[in-house]
């Protein structure tokens, strides 16, 4: 799996469980109103059904140094055919916000959908309010093409969102 000086990224699994949520808990307020990730046992047991790995992949991020859990991502919907493209989702972890962990996370995320998923697209579509997210997003190299009024359900209401992609051959090249 993809890694980089500091982040690791794997497959979640049924053993990341007590990791995973122990994290998700302690960051409830910062992803509030952005993300609502799993955040229970039954919850986390049906996010890992959905990983199939053809039409879903998930990474969960961990340092390096202790294997705390930093953040975690997802490249979900992927189509093949003329498109070879897909969404990516992506969370961090209170506490670890300001350190790089999630521009490592995401452009490791990035590199591997582009070589070893093969695709030529990812959209990550971003609340306008989510500054946080938006530069993340920028930083990584995604470029913002437009504006979804009530886009997405998050959190039980219809949200707008900005639609950010990047193609394989706009990627920035690895440092």
Same mark, same amino acid.
């Given at each position: ?33 952005w993300l ?11 996010y890992l ?73 990812? %959209? ?20 913002? %093409? ?30």
């Open positions: 799996m993809p890694a980089s000086a500091r982040v690791i990224l794997s497959p979640p699994t049924a053993a990341d469980a007590a990791d995973f949520l122990a994290a998700i808990h302690a960051s409830r307020t910062l992803h509030r109103p609502f990730p799993p955040s229970t046992p039954v919850a986390y047991r049906d059904a959905t990983l199939d790995g053809e039409r879903k992949v998930g990474f969960l991020a961990r340092r390096r140094t202790d294997r705390a859990v930093v953040g975690w991502a997802n490249v979900s919907e992927i189509v093949r055919g003329a498109l070879q493209g897909a969404f990516l989702g992506y969370g961090g972890i209170a506490g670890y916000g300001g350190q790089g962990y999630m521009t490592e996370t995401v452009r490791l995320v990035v590199r591997h959908a582009f070589s070893e998923l093969r695709l030529h697209r990812l %959209e990550a579509n971003i609340q306008p309010g989510n500054e946080a997210s938006r530069a993340l997003a920028a930083r990584c190299g995604f470029v913002c %093409e437009g504006f979804s009024p009530r886009y997405l359900k998050v959190g039980g209401r219809w949200r707008d969102h900005e639609r950010w992609a990047i193609r394989r051959d706009e990627r920035p090249r690895a440092r």
